[in-house]
């Protein structure tokens, strides 16, 4: 059997159609990038379970040791309370620059979305200063188990957010070169979802490190 | 109602790039088509393959005396640290990947994977790192740990080389390569289907690369979480898996472990989905059990991740944990007898025509019941503490990943050969490769079982006369070199069958999933117009409209026309898209991964001042590789082009 | 008809012999019984461990036998043959494929339970036991004997751990550098030696003899060099070596091996100059280094290197004048150079080092070495 070289029916009667409007929306009916974003934030989340759990197991071995360091006398709770509060506002930004967006107000937006940048860059800043602080007070990363799996843990969201920020600063670059491009708005998106989760993850890291 | 692709060369021809196009080697340097960026992986997969049998080859002869001195120990310990990080990482794991991106968007009907530069990226990486852990050998000496690498020896106090640190850039560098890969699979199936291949009429390669997708999104960052860990204590004096200062050795085996036996599923799942349609299409009738093949397969993966302590039973981890374990893995048989026994039920009562892939099919088949049979001894605690650490592993998974992977490997690639290269491979060589293979495979690995029972460790680069191995270590290194023929012969067959092969038709094997219905090699464009699925085999619907469709034993057929029409009614009218819209060549992710290479190199010698350049070159090159990408994207975007 | 409850004991411990033993048969058929084999045990652990190899033998060649050779007939039976056309195009029946979803189940319960019964008798560790203390170094194992030394010390070994017959050992493993693997395959299954981590494991030896042991996990350039022996005495006979074990040694007087000098080599040895005593310790005397192996007795050693040749004054003496080339990568290898040597030691120095080394005996009556 030879391979097929007609079709049976009769194409040429099949109507003329266009281009469906949204050309990423495949067979799942979401936009494919939209799915590619989750599936990594999937694959990150996974990352970061590892991490966390690797300093979980270790507290009771950090305390156990001749040379422990307390985690409740050295990361102080008030300071993170307030790079928490910014990162947390941070995401609240980041819906209303897509709001803005949304609405198609770019100024608004442009203001949302820099805002958010900004507070990204607060934290930063403020881990910065806690790091430095942890180490003046004689926390490193090889003086005991709690400073190899903290700053290990906190330095990899910290790089985490970078990377967010990076990203959202390169969609705004994007958006003011092409402010005509369909694709903005997704563009917009895509980076906040992972903004969200860079933030999420830091509930988790706050909430398990320094509250509990 | 159109239904299938028309003859190429009728209406639809793909629109003129808007950007320049590159000719010659350019175009494969600049390729975002999944066609060009499988043949990349499995071209590199396979001389990669050649490397890692020539360092298993070494090994064999100085194995193959008692008390040999052809290797000194630290030069057997390189080879078979590389021989297996490449046969896993750079061999099973990137064929899979390049015939799943040549073969996986014709078989859903789709022109291309849902993020072509990404695509494209993940081949560089995945090549960059590959020949980033090669360099090595250059720079003082291969990783000599194991593929395994477990602390405390990868620790600098034990392994000063930088062997090991181009171990865990080289594979950052491949990971990164297989989670992006990984993603845009899950995209593709998911998102990018035609009209009418629903999820449960997918071909079942189609689903186990799916499952194979999730596996490596999941599995690999614990990897790469332990690599990033390791990179710290050897580093930065952090002590992750230091004991010396309370740092834990068990937590990078358990690390390596979640994700390594999630990796075997990887390497497998891929070739059982091959040797799922190669069976099926020479045996001329459905897969038997389609639901129970697949399903089967998503609950291998998923039992994939709750088994990985099976690796670690004499470490110590109690009698309780280790009877969790071994009802896991005991579980796992039943998804693969399952699988063994539908693919023996498609071939009953069917037409079965022994051509190469199918000599492999079968193959598969029959070796991996061998390695199945010697894994439920494995899954035994009690027994698994004589067996594990001994040849006796060696044997039972060189019969899952040779008999199993590669034999599958093989049988994809005699399968497809002619859709590839547009020409026929030549049969008897095939053949006489075949058995070749078959005959040494068995020569090499089944005396293994003897030696591992007879009290042989693992990884020992020389042994003491006398103990009852002398024998068969000879059997298997005169196995092994006979194997090498068999590949030898293989290499032969590919070069010369490219060259004056027998020009291939669309679809030589009569075959039922949609990369038959297109032209041998496909256009770039795959399908003129995309096709619309009416059953789980759309091809032959078309070329057997009067045969009875596929049904189950004991009821009535109806026509595979007449179950198309019901069909037809069902789904309402399908439009097939014939609007071709490619993305243009670009070196923008050749440049990022070449990029981030760079900064790999920095990363290995982070103590020098080098590193420090060498990271900022690396980035800016990322940079301006990135903005060119956004340039790429926005230049290319479906939504700015005229209908 | 119901089995008498005794027949039925009877009948399980006849096919289980019965399986035992043709499984043994088939086993030295094709050179299975080798010094080292895990088959032929000689401890209740690697016995019981056997006895599950057994039947999970049997059912896997069955099914080996069955599922093959469906699959080969089916290949042959249904081969394209000139006038074979399209076959029915049937895609399965749930009933059959129930059916064979529920074989491989069954087959994993009782494998299962076999293995679970196995595992809680292996896991045992019995209250009246010895305890001995191995530790994986790179690349040779060290033995101690917690309370069986002069005064109620640690006695201190390496290469060779005595045990008695018919009673219970508890080894407690540890590592001390990288991770190693104790195995005795006639004796017992696998435990690692992991620094930071203790384990446990135990087995009581059920005959006499000299067992082949080795490293099975990967642990470095000389991983395969690293290998160990069991001697297991009768009960009097350990008791015997016990006794003397305990009690330093004395240098022999008079000419010794190699024409060497016992009390020469014995000052040489204690020498700081000469190094040997940095890393190396004999009970009763002033080497008392506790880096390399402890070499009380070292006379009594079966084999030198770590277990990987026979100890003869001729092959200690080799090792004396270049250890790094016999044993690749160990550490006394990089401090002992050729060099060294030269400029250090003279050949009689070597001898007499030699002399003394090997006039450090115990006597006990050894059994025949395995195979």
Known sequence: ?212 | MAVIERPHGGVATPQAPVSKEYMGWESWLTTVDHKKIGIIYMVAAFIFFLIGGIEALLMRMQLGTPNNTFLSPDVYNQMMTMHGTTMVFLVVMPFNVGLANYIVPLMIGARDMAFPRLNALSVWLFLFGGLMLYFSFMAGGAPAMGWFAYAPLTMKQFSPTFGVDYWIIGLLLTGVASIAGALNFVVTILNMRAPGMSINRMPLFVWMTLITAFLLVFAFPSLTAGQIALFFDRHFETRFFNPAQGGDAILWMHLFWFFGHPEVYILILPTMGIISEVLSTFSRKPIFGYAFVAYSGVSIGFLGFLVWSHHMFAVGLGPLANAFFAAASMLIAIPTGVKIFNWIATMYLGTIDLKTPMYYGIAFVAMFIIGGISGITLASPPVNLQQTDSYYVVAHFHYVLFGGAIFGIFAGLYYWFPKFTGRMYNELLGKIQFWLTFISFNVTFFPMHITGTNGMPRRIYTYEAGMGWDLYNLISTIGSFAMAVGVLVLVWNAITSVRNGAIAPNDPWDGASLEWAVPSPPPAHNFDKTPIVYSRRPLWDIKYPDLDAAHEIGTRAISRRERMEQEMAKMGEQLGEDHIHLPSQTYNPLIVAFGLLVAGFGAIYIATPFAFIASLIGLFIMGVGIVGWVRDSHKDSPYLVSH | MRIPRHLAKLLKAGLLAAAMLSLAACASAVGLDGPASTLNSAGDQARRIEELMAPIFWMGLVVFIIVEGFLVYTVIRFRKRANSGIPAQVHGNTRIEIAWTIAPALIAVVVSVLTFRVQAANAVLPADSLYITAVGHQWWFEFQYPEQGADGQPLLTASDMYIPVGKSVIITLKGADVVHNFWVPKLAGKTYMIPGKVNYMSFTAEQPGVYLAACSEFCGEAHALMRFRVIALPADEFAKWLSQAKVPPVAAAGAGVLNGDPTRGQALFADPKKQCASCHAVDGTAAKGIVGPNLTYFGSRLTLAGGILPNTPENLSRWLHNPGAMKPGNLMGKVITPTWVQGNLTEQDIADIVAYLESMKISVDLPVASK
């Open chain 1, 1 to 212: 059997m030879s391979a097929p070289t007609t079709t049976h029916g009769d194409e040429s009667h099949a109507p003329a159609h266009v281009a469906p409007a949204h050309p990423s929306v495949g067979s799942l009916g979401v936009d494919s990038r939209k799915l590619g974003v989750w599936a990594f934030i999937g694959s990150e989340t996974l990352f970061f379970a590892a991490l966390i759990v690797i300093y979980l197991i270790n507290v009771p071995v950090n305390m156990a040791r001749a040379d422990a360091q307390d985690p409740k006398e050295l990361l102080g709770i008030a300071f993170t309370s307030i790079l928490a509060a910014i990162l947390l506002a941070s995401s609240l930004t980041m819906v209303l620059a897509l709001a803005a967006s949304k609405r198609k107000d770019m100024r608004q937006f442009t203001i949302w979305h820099l805002a958010t940048i900004g507070l990204g860059l607060c934290f930063l800043g403020g881990q910065v200063y806690e790091f430095t602080h942890l180490y003046e007070e004689g926390l490193t990363l090889s003086s005991s188990m709690l400073g190899t799996t903290f700053f290990v843990l906190t330095g990899f969201h910290g790089t985490h957010v970078a990377i967010g920020a990076t990203w959202l600063f390169a969609t705004w670059l994007k958006v003011r070169k092409y402010p005509d491009s369909p694709e903005n708005l997704m563009d917009i998106e895509l980076a906040g979802l992972y903004w969200h989760f860079v933030d999420l993850v830091w509930v988790a890291i706050f909430t398990l490190i320094y509250l509990i």
